[in-house]
């Protein structure tokens, strides 16, 4: 960044008013502040990195104050810097407005393999921090753990659970699956089983695999109850409507059983809730039926899931979760994504593999092509049904997908975006709190709920905080600006 370049954010952060995802402000206009590592940690941990403005007070309605010996706090910033684990190395940029002196510190992202940065003097569980929405909050141990497993590769899908046998599987399923890999592998056609289990991971010094046990064993849940699916149709768009006889839930299943179990049961599910409309071939003339949603795209869709969702000892309490909703399915995966690939990237580049042993049994059983074609042809499905396009998110250990139906396709979708704003205005027709905002939304993180819907209206001026002097007040509730028209 320039001393230009500085003064040009000083007049965006004028305009705006806010902080952001890779927008940190600082007062020092008294001295440097004394904790910067949870920023300095959280903006090193994304991808983007983030830049810290110092001289503004946010406090003060954003008050330009400058900075209170602008050679010093550089020194102080870089002191906080050398305390970070792996060492920050930031960008200071100095420039001067108005007889005031402000300061920039641009912090770069680590690659992946680095992270995470974290306080040395709080140690990496509680001194690493991520960035959600404009605050930093500490990392999960989970968060911390997935940065972990991509470093040291580690291959939880293998891991061996003691209490199996191979009295638990299926032998006439892992038969067939021998002869296949020997069909397939003819390397292989000249070992012993006991070798090959051993080869191909079913088998780690001789115990049982998760992966054995995810594909052959017939009741998998008996190690693992919550390694299933919790399938859910709810009355309307949102989890708290209820339909008009009084039911929020019109179909609620837990899915059990192997992997291909609950693959085929999942689709069942959706295709047991899904509508069914007739249209008229314009080609031939005849009536045919048409799927509300195209099932190769719920297919590829929950397989994927399946195939490539945590399965280390933090995730193995959480469920895959499916919720058909009036106007969409929403796909909710245990683990974020894995490694470098961003949601952008997502079916454009070739992405680390987390469960590589599984997804190459389930290519032998001809379940999966395991060529990263899942989200390609997801995208395929949807165009071809004249739908929106799939929208992928990643979720502090949540990776969802959202399929839309034709209520919600491209032609209707600026009706369907307005039919939802105004539910969320008359919902804030009252005072309400971010909790309160988030939940009728149906979303599990206030920061998202208060970015993605509330911060637009308050841009334009159509919703208020009732403490605007107090932004970040715990006790800030937002409101619908009522506007009078006199004559």
């Not at 509508?275 to 009536?287: A, D, F, H, L």
């Not at 205005?425 to 709920?449: C, H, V």
């Amino acid at each position: 960044m320039t001393p230009e370049e500085l003064l040009d954010k000083l007049v965006e952060i004028q305009n705006t008013r806010c902080e952001s995802k890779v927008l940190e402000i600082k007062a020092a206009q008294h001295g440097c502040p004394k904790h910067l590592y949870d920023t300095l940690s959280a903006f090193s941990n994304q991808d983007d990195g983030g830049t810290i403005i110092f001289g503004v007070d946010e406090g003060e309605s954003f008050t330009e104050c400058g900075v209170y010996n602008p050679q010093d706090l550089q020194k102080k910033i870089n002191e906080q810097c050398l305390q970070m684990e792996p060492i920050v190395r930031p960008l200071i940029t100095i420039a001067e407005k108005n007889g005031l002196y402000f300061v920039a510190a641009e912090i770069p992202g680590l690659d992946v393999a680095e992270r995470p940065c974290f306080y040395s003097g709080k140690g990496r569980i509680k001194g690493s921090y991520i960035r959600v929405g404009d605050s930093d909050e500490p990392m999960t141990e989970y968060e911390i753990y997935s940065y972990e497993a991509f470093r040291k590769k580690y291959q939880d899908d293998v891991r061996p659970v003691p209490r199996a046998s191979f009295s638990v599987l299926d032998p006439s399923l892992l038969e067939e699956y021998i002869q296949q890999l020997k069909l397939q592998k003819p390397n292989l056609s000249d070992l012993d089983d006991r070798t090959i289990y051993e080869l191909m991971s079913i088998t780690r010094e001789g115990q049982i695999t998760l992966c054995s046990v995810l594909l052959f064993c017939r009741y998998p849940q008996a190690f693992f109850p919550q390694l299933s699916i919790i399938a859910v149709q709810v009355a309307g768009v949102t989890k708290t409507e209820f339909s008009e006889s009084g039911e929020r839930f019109l179909d609620n299943k837990r899915i059990e059983g192997s992997i291909p179990e609950m693959l085929e049961k999942a689709i069942a599910f959706i295709q047991k809730n899904m509508s069914m409309r007739t249209i008229i071939n314009p080609e031939t003339g005849k009536r045919e039926d048409h799927s509300e949603y195209p099932i190769t795209a719920i297919r590829e869709a929950i397989l994927n899931t399946l195939v490539h969702r945590d399965y280390s000892i933090h995730t193995e309490s959480k469920p895959i979760q499916i919720t058909m909703y009036n106007d969409r399915i929403e796909i909710q995966n245990p683990g974020g994504i894995y490694g470098r690939i961003r949601v952008d990237q997502l079916g454009k580049i070739q992405p680390d593999t987390r469960n590589p042993v599984l997804a190459t049994a389930l290519e032998t059983m001809h379940i999966t092509e395991n060529r990263y074609s899942g989200i390609p042809a997801i995208r395929r499905a949807m165009e071809s049904y004249g739908l929106k396009p799939p929208i992928f998110s990643d979720e502090r250990g949540s990776f969802n997908v959202t399929l839309y139906n034709s209520s919600s396709s491209s032609t209707v979708d600026d009706k369907h975006l307005i039919s939802n704003e105004d539910r969320l205005l008359e919902f804030l027709n009252k005072p309400r709190s971010r909790k309160e905002i988030a939940t009728f939304l149906g979303l599990s993180t206030t920061a998202y709920a208060m970015q993605t819907y509330i911060q637009p209206l308050l841009s334009r001026g159509i919703v208020r905080m009732t403490d605007p002097d107090n932004p970040r007040s715990h006790s800030q509730k937002y409101v619908r600006v009522k506007i009078s028209i006199g004559f």
